[in-house]
């Protein structure tokens, strides 16, 4: 072992019933991460007691923390003495990251409902807003998730634009089929922009635009009316 690991065990009587014990990789951990040997020693009495080898300190300290994590004695040779011992930390990580993927699936879902909330309340007084020509309908979209649907299958970025404050996003179709989105300000009830598949202008881009100001006092009614 090197100077620095004996200057260690003088230093620390743990580190040295480990030496003393044949646990040298979990020595080498030890003393490589400085770390204060408390936290684990009670399970490292464990492993001596059962005549168990740490064979990689590193890998079974994690093990240790993600064992304490799903609530499993870590005083018990079941756990804290694996036969295979990264079979068994791989397989606590593995339960870790699902664990961790359904955490974060759910506060999605909670994001999700907050969005929808807070998009209701700042432009519901405009749902069920339509207005059309004899071939275009534009409508206003109503949930965060139809916003997000709209950007998807148009592909740019209108799935992002619910949290706008002063503007409203429509959306302009042709016998159901999806051609534009358009969005409105709310301060000059004008378009900023009408954009279709890819931020492409369809034909009936200037088309849109007209239809759209020319209904702007309906908009405004709304407005008024809330």
Sequence with gaps: LPYSFFTAILADNKKETLLKSGQVEMLRHSVLRSMDLQKYWNSIKICIRN???????????DTIDLLRHFGKDTNSPKYVCPADLKAEHDKLVRKRNLQRERERTEQ????????EKNYLKAKG?????????????????????????EGRLMHHC?????????????S??????R??????????LKVVQSRG??????????????????NAELIRQRMNAA
């Design 51 to 61: 005549g168990y080898t740490i064979s990689d300190g590193s890998v079974w300290c």
């Design 108 to 115: 999605q879902r909670q994001k999700a409902i907050e969005d």
């Design 125 to 149: 007084m405009f749902f069920g807003l339509v207005f059309s020509d004899s071939l275009i309908l534009v409508k206003v979209i109503e949930s965060v998730e139809e916003m997000e649907t």
């Design 158 to 170: 209108v799935g992002g634009y619910h949290n706008r404050k002063d503007s409203l996003i429509l």
């Design 172 to 177: 302009a179709t042709i016998d159901g089929k």
């Design 179 to 188: 051609i534009e989105t358009i969005e409105v300000s709310l301060i000059t």
């Design 197 to 214: 598949v890819c931020n492409s202008n369809t034909e009936y881009h200037e088309r849109i635009i007209q239809l759209v100001e020319d």
